[in-house]
């Protein structure tokens, strides 16, 4: 059972790398595309993990979460990370507010992308194969813990585990806490005045909003697109 447990957390964990890849790189790739190459000669319109990885937000803290309860302890948070942020020149932009905001939704939108990828990969597999709907639905249950996840169909499990985990990345880069995606949604919206104190959040105070208060947002958030996606897999 604990090498099971091991062989998710490792799944998770490689799905979680290349999420947070695409992402930065849906960012990159659209500040190019509207004028902005500072991210494209440093090398970040890549899916090569490398050039987008943060010791914490990509390593340490997934790991933590990830493979924890595997060795005997348990960190209270959902699996999310972060990424080594994306540089941007908004001077480089023909619209710089339009432009600034398409470029930080651009990620967000890259992790929603994955999700109706990978759903859509379910709802086929539901159709295409023998005994196809009990098996992805039970595959699903194991992504959620609700199921033994011995007994799961390994494509269908990590389709499972790339859907929760970028509908978290969905939702939790959509907060608007900085240096989050929300945030420059956000900053480009407040008087001058509000941005010098807007962007005092920073350091730790910007990590413990993300863990802590971003935590609890994303428990809200996730329950009804969660109950969205069970729907469209038992619906039938």
């Given at each position: 059972m604990q090498s099971t447990a091991f062989v998710v957390g490792v799944f998770e964990f490689v799905l979680l790398l290349f999420s947070l890849s695409f992402h930065e790189c849906a960012h990159a790739w659209m500040a190019s595309r509207l004028g902005d190459q500072t991210a494209r000669m440093q090398g970040r319109v890549s899916l090569n993990p490398a050039v987008h990885v943060d010791p914490i937000g990509t390593l340490l803290f997934p790991a933590l979460v990830i493979f924890g309860p595997i060795f005997g302890f348990?960190?209270?948070?959902?699996?999310?990370?972060?990424?080594?942020p994306t540089p941007v020149l908004t001077r480089n932009f023909r619209k710089i507010v339009r432009d600034d905001n398409l470029t930080s939704l651009a990620g967000p939108a890259?992790?929603?992308l994955l999700v109706i990828v990978a759903l859509v990969a379910l709802l086929a597999m539901?159709?295409?194969?023998p005994g196809g709907r009990?098996?992805?639905?039970?595959?699903?249950?194991?992504?959620?813990?609700?199921?033994?996840?011995?007994?799961?169909?390994?494509?269908?499990?990590?389709?499972?585990?790339?859907i929760l985990i970028n509908l978290s990345l969905f939702f939790f880069n959509l907060l608007p806490i900085p240096p989050l995606d929300g945030s420059r949604v956000v900053r480009n919206l407040l008087p001058y005045n509000a941005v010098q104190v807007y962007d005092r959040i920073g350091g730790w105070l910007s990590y413990l909003l993300m863990i802590f208060v971003g935590g609890f947002v994303l428990n809200l958030l996730l329950s009804p697109a969660l109950s969205l996606v069970i729907a469209l897999l038992w619906g039938r």
């Open positions: 348990h960190l209270p948070f959902l699996l999310i990370g972060w990424a080594k890259s992790n929603l539901e159709i295409a194969m009990p098996m992805v639905r039970l595959s699903f249950a194991a992504a959620l813990q609700m199921a033994d996840p011995g007994v799961a169909h390994p494509v269908a499990l990590l389709l499972s585990l790339a």
